[in-house]
């Protein structure tokens, strides 16, 4: 049985829709009055006609007042014994059609409403003549049918409220689906954003250290000119090759790529040192404690504060001498960077005409994202400090032997 209240279907569509309905109710209805209390089968009197019109004409009314007209079908029905009709479940067949479109509904009284008024059909049509234990069964039934009705429309409306709220719940799940995506392209967008910037910033700053050293010294030292180019060229070419390695990472999966070395940690920061020294300033280095490998996130992490606190001495302090310290503890390593300068490379108007940079946001940004803390500042007796805590995993020899401080102005690291 199917409420046909046209929905979102075209207007034709609808009215063929119901036509077939008041229709197929209206041959049901005359069918049940062609019936005979010996289960036969006549041609219908003009009555049945009559109470089918009637039944069926406001039949399409039930989607606007659909209580109205389920009253007024089983009133109608009611008044087949008076008619000298034989009550059956075919000569209501409106009013089934109506309370199973009030449940279809939603509305929480349909069943309740089909129960009274079939109460009502059956204490009315008793009222007519004596009937037997089989005449009592078929008003039963009678009774029943708009029950069931309701029943069926009942369950027509909560299949229907599931099916949409699982609609629903794909929609949603879909729309988190994009958000994650969307998240998940954002973070990697900014993670690819921060290790193109430290990139290019250390590398450029050392390649403008070199050139400079190159310029100074043209006229009165040409070896050490040549020297300064060569160290240039090689700076320049390690950017090219972090450069195109790191672009490597905006190829599609489905795009072929040469293998992607090892990502830089604690393990090259001599090689880091020395590119800084070879540019000029003078980074002394000293460890304190035990150090252990890392995982290889908080390795690079480690690594790229470094190069970037680094860095910005090269650009911004005004000084030749920096300092790294690195403090290993039981749960956590501190890396400290410090200088001595005054700023005197950046002037008030270059730092006015010049955009904010990103390297302190770039080094916060990779110690959170790791479970550490970063905080940077200028020093009471002058100079700049960075200094971030990095959490460290659990060691697997706790008894491993600590090592004692030591000064290593050479540049030997761990």
């Known amino acids: 049985m199917t409420d046909t209240n046209g929905g979102g279907a075209s207007p034709p569509l609808a009215w063929r829709r119901e036509g077939a309905v008041v229709a197929a109710a209206f041959a049901l209805c005359l069918l049940g009055g062609a019936m005979s209390i ?131 719940r794909a929609r949603r799940a879909e729309e988190s689906r994009e958000l994650e995506a969307r998240r998940r392209v954002e973070e990697e967008r900014v993670r690819i954003a921060r290790e193109l910037h430290d ?101 690079l992490t480690a690594y790229r504060i470094v190069q970037e606190a680094l860095t910005n001495v090269t650009k911004h302090a005004g000084t030749e001498r920096a300092r790294v310290d690195l403090t290993w503890n039981r749960d956590r390593v501190t890396i400290t960077v410090t200088d001595d300068g005054d700023g005197a490379r950046t002037t008030p108007d270059a730092a006015r005409d010049r955009p904010p940079g990103y390297g302190l946001i770039g080094m916060r940004e990779r110690a959170t994202a790791v479970g550490g803390h970063l905080s940077a500042g200028r020093r009471p007796d002058g100079g700049f400090v960075v200094s971030t805590d990095l959490p460290l995993p659990p060691a697997r020899d706790t008894g491993a032997a600590r090592t004692e401080p030591a000064d290593d102005r050479a540049g030997d690291a761990p």
Request: contains cysteine; glycine residues 6%; neutral net charge.
């Open 199 to 299: 990139l290019v910033a250390h590398q450029i700053t050392l390649a403008n250290a070199q050139a400079s050293v190159a310029a100074h010294l043209f006229d009165t030292r040409p070896e050490q000119t040549r020297k300064s180019l060569q160290e240039l060229i090689d700076t320049t070419g390690d950017a090219l090759d972090d450069l195109r390695a790191t672009v490597g990472l905006l190829r599609r999966s489905g795009d072929a790529a040469d293998p992607a070395e090892p990502a830089p940690g604690l393990s090259r920061l001599p090689t880091l040192l020395q590119s800084f020294r070879r540019a000029g300033l003078e980074v002394s280095f000293r460890q304190e404690g035990a150090a252990r490998p890392l995982p290889p996130g908080l390795d």
């Open 38 to 168: 010996e289960d036969k089968v006549t041609a219908p009197p003009v009555a049945a006609y009559v109470l089918a019109a009637v039944s069926c004409a406001v039949l399409p009314l039930r989607h606007r007042a659909p209580t109205t007209t389920l009253a007024a079908t089983i009133a109608a029905g009611m008044l087949a014994p008076a008619l000298d009709l034989l009550l059956t479940p075919f000569i209501i067949t409106p009013a089934i059609v109506t309370a199973y479109s009030l449940a279809v509904r939603g509305e929480r009284r349909a069943v309740g409403g089909a129960l009274l008024a079939s109460a009502g059909l059956l204490a009315i049509a008793s009222l007519f003549g004596a009937y037997s234990w089989k005449d009592a069964s078929r008003m039963v039934v009678v009774a029943a049918s708009p029950v069931m009705a309701g029943v069926l429309g009942h369950a027509a409306q909560n299949r229907r409220a599931y099916l949409a709220a699982v609609e629903e």
